[in-house]
């Protein structure tokens, strides 16, 4: 029988891969006041984060003291790295599977949410013209991490037209407009550029605000595990060269307006 969960407007999604006391630390900071839907995806760690988030999934009250919404959690343990896009991909279709969310919020899991960060990505779909919306790496402007626990967004709003997908949140009309990611570019690289590509190509917008503050320790998937690096490595040229072929240059030089210009 297929898992199906009460409506949750949202859904988070965390792919990780090893990094488990990042994850943690990603966890204590969720805070929203829509009902979530929490959507733990393990990519192959080696390092306890499968046993971890097994054990989450049996505890559904287990965030409960970080927002008034008791989330659901639902746990996808796979025994490989299936990529970057295919770990997205896999979340949303959770996501809409399980808890038929409406928003889907993807964020690495070495990244420290500002309270108020996920609610200000949502209220950005009020304008129809954007399908996604990311928050601002403020890592450079705190003296510690936890900083970002009490930093002050700014009350103007400015939007930036260079989404930070480290930490993203995409709406229904995004999937229905322009799909789901490219599962070609693999294991990472490319496949952000790619997405953001094809939505200004269906003439829609994709915005960074700077309402939604985080903190990003930065790649540490890759630069703790060296294994994982080499891997990455050769994907960020091999999705290269696929990204030129696919759009007739790289980020910011393409040509084509449809895939392989045909």
């Not at 792919?15 to 192959?44: H, W």
């Amino acid at each position: 029988m297929a898992i199906k969960m009460e409506k949750k407007e949202l859904s988070i999604i965390l792919p990780v891969l090893n990094c488990l006391n990042y994850t943690k630390g990603f966890l204590r900071t969720i805070k929203t006041g829509r009902r979530y839907g929490l959507i733990l995806i393990n990519n192959g760690s080696t390092d306890g984060t499968a046993d971890y988030f097994s054990r989450l999934g049996s505890r559904p009250d287990v965030f409960v003291k970080n927002s008034d919404k008791n989330p659901g959690i639902f746990v996808k343990n796979f025994d490989k790295n299936i990529g970057v896009a295919a770990a997205w991909n896999y979340g949303i279709k959770a996501a809409y599977r399980i808890f038929n969310s409406d928003y889907f919020f993807i964020a690495n899991n070495d990244i420290l949410l500002s309270p108020v960060a996920i609610d200000n990505l949502i209220a950005l779909f009020s304008n129809p013209s954007i399908v996604l919306s990311s928050g601002d790496d403020v890592s450079g402007r705190v003296v510690a991490p936890d900083d970002v626990l009490t930093f002050l967004a700014p009350s103007r709003e400015k939007l930036k037209p260079h989404p930070d997908f480290s930490c993203f949140m995409l709406c229904k009309k995004a999937i229905a407009r322009i799909g789901f990611f490219d599962e070609n570019f693999y294991p990472a690289y490319f496949e952000d550029n790619d997405y953001h590509y094809r939505i200004k190509l269906a003439g829609l917008r994709a915005v960074k605000t700077n309402r939604a503050p985080y903190f990003h320790f930065g790649s540490r998937t890759i630069r703790e595990n060296e294994d994982i690096r080499e891997v990455s490595n050769a994907g960020y040229l091999a999705n290269r060269d696929y990204y030129a072929k696919k759009w007739g240059g790289l980020p910011g030089k393409e040509k084509y307006k449809t895939p392989f210009g045909k």
